[in-house]
């Protein structure tokens, strides 16, 4: 399966590199994409190769979505590119996977009203009113929509993930 990542400069640097690895591990094709190619550098220094701009991510060539948290989804929620490919993607029923504040692309997305998940609690109010019914559990996995709420839960979040993609 094809996987692409939306992110940006000061993404949690787990929440990105950790199931870059696990997808890649798995077999999957995985692709980093951003505002433009190059590389982008996590809140701890990391930083990870950007294969795609958001301009060049055809939806339709990609089987699932990752949407780590951090500072980054502020910025990429305000790129309606990635809004785009975060709607279409997750509307034809893709796997998409988010945690943390990575939801914050999917409320822009305007996809979320009716269901159930979780984030980092600092964007509970958020989701609730995106129309969420936000819960604060490790993994939760409504539909094809797979949601964790921070790094402590990277292990459940994408073995949930990952049994949702075989």
């Known amino acids: 399966m094809k996987v692409v990542f939306l992110s940006a400069d000061e993404f949690e640097d787990l929440e990105l590199i950790y199931p870059l690895h696990r997808l890649r591990e798995e077999g999957h094709e995985v692709y980093v994409a951003s505002f433009e190619r190059g590389r982008i550098t996590g809140k701890h220094g990391y930083s990870v190769e950007v294969q795609l701009s958001f301009e060049e991510v055809d939806p339709e060539e990609f089987d699932a979505l990752v949407l ?8 990429v929620r305000l790129n309606e590119k990635a809004v785009e490919i975060t709607r279409r993607m997750f509307e034809a029923g893709k796997p998409v996977a988010s945690i943390c504040h990575g939801p914050q692309i999917l409320i822009s997305a305007g996809v979320l009203k009716g269901r159930r998940g979780t984030s980092t609690i600092t964007i509970r109010d958020d989701l609730v009113n995106a129309g969420v019914q936000w819960v604060n559990e490790e993994v939760v996995v409504d ?17 949930e993930f990952v049994k949702l993609l075989r």
């Open 68 to 75: 780590p948290g951090g500072r980054a989804p502020e910025r």
């Open 143 to 159: 539909g094809n929509w797979v949601s964790s709420r921070h790094p402590g839960d990277l292990y459940a979040w994408m073995r």
